[in-house]
């Protein structure tokens, strides 16, 4: 019984992180005062873009680094969208959500065509954390991409110094100015947007498929 539910707690945690790691992105993102409905499409299409670069090199780091790459292509369009051309935050985001859903759907169905599967990262097990009973296998058990999400939220709950430093300007995107460059220099709601995205974006992972 026991081993039962510690495979069920294990299991839920590797699951889970695709989703932290979206909430993780979506909330660095919302400092900057870009609010990003659209993260599931990018999600999605970080998802594919990972999957089928694995599929056909066989390099799970190459496929992260698609998913990264992507995710930060669809942060700074959406920043665009939202900053330079100043779209109504919630309509553009279900239009970037809708996007990437039919994007992912329809590469996925010429590009692939049939279900097929790789597998993620391995477990890594943590050396003496993970031979703690119970809380061992269930945390320090895990993959690289879940031991990420660990760091991303330790440093946004103690304040590391990548996290001190993000520039919050408010959500009033009328106020600020309108383009990517401003006297010189990336304006902040585009140095949040495109990061949070690739954060969002990164959450392939796992064994089987996109």
């Given at each position: 019984m026991e081993a039962i539910i510690i495979g069920i707690a294990k299991s839920a945690i590797r699951l889970a992180t695709p989703y932290l790691y979206a909430s993780i992105g979506e909330t660095i993102g919302q400092l900057s005062g870009v609010l990003n409905l659209g993260v599931d499409g990018v999600m999605l299409m970080g998802a594919f873009s990972a999957f089928y670069t694995v599929l056909r090199t066989g390099n799970l780091w190459l496929g992260l680094l698609a998913a990264i790459v992507v995710g930060a292509i669809?942060?700074?369009l959406i920043a665009f969208i939202n900053v330079t051309?100043?779209?109504e935050q919630g309509i553009s985001g279900i239009g970037v959500y809708i996007f990437g859903?039919?994007?992912s759907s329809l590469l996925f169905s010429t590009m692939v065509g049939t279900v097929q599967t790789v597998s993620g990262f391995p477990p890594l097990?943590?050396?003496?954390l993970s031979n703690i009973p119970v809380v061992g296998e269930i945390f320090f058990q895990q993959n690289i991409l879940v031991y990420g999400a660990y760091f991303f939220v330790f440093a946004d709950r103690h304040k590391h110094e990548w996290s001190k430093y993000i520039p919050t300007t408010g959500i009033n995107l009328g106020s600020g100015p309108r383009y990517v460059f401003e006297g010189g220099r990336i304006h902040p709601k585009f140095k949040i947007s495109v990061p949070s995205d690739f954060i969002a974006s990164s959450n392939w992972d796992n064994e089987d498929g996109p």
């Open positions: 669809f942060g700074l051309l100043k779209a859903l039919g994007l097990s943590i050396p003496l």
